[in-house]
């Protein structure tokens, strides 16, 4: 892979969950296999929520995502140092949605690696 090159793995959520299932885990898996057949590299991992609650909320809960991804990557043997953690909240939707809609596909991590 070229350095101007990245890939983008999006892990899903349930409502109101930063729990990985495992469905999620096994997306962090594989993004962590490419991360080392990549060798060293950045990892961005950005949360995001749903409409279904307060910014407030909504903004720690994507920030929670976010942590519980990059653990699952540190403990698969990815550095820490190499992600770093971001948090949206509803900000930036997938799929946009009124105002307390839940939408599954907005609930995720967006893992960006270079």
């Known amino acids: 892979m070229s350095p101007d090159t990245s890939r983008t793995f999006l892990v899903f959520f349930d409502w109101d969950s930063y729990v990985l299932t495992d469905g ?6 594989t993004a962590s296999r490419e991360a080392g057949q990549m060798g060293r590299i950045t990892m961005v991992a950005t949360g995001h929520a ?10 720690d809960l994507s920030r929670r995502r976010a942590e519980a991804v990059k653990a699952e990557l540190v403990r698969l043997g990815t550095p820490a140092i190499e992600i770093a953690v ?5 900000a930036e939707p997938l799929v946009p949605t009124g105002d307390n809609v839940r939408k599954a596909q907005n609930r995720r991590v967006q893992i960006v690696m270079r």
């Open 24 to 29: 999620a885990k096994s997306v962090v898996a």
């Open 86 to 90: 971001e948090s949206r909240g509803e």
């Open 50 to 59: 749903d409409r279904s609650g307060t910014d407030t909320y909504n903004i």
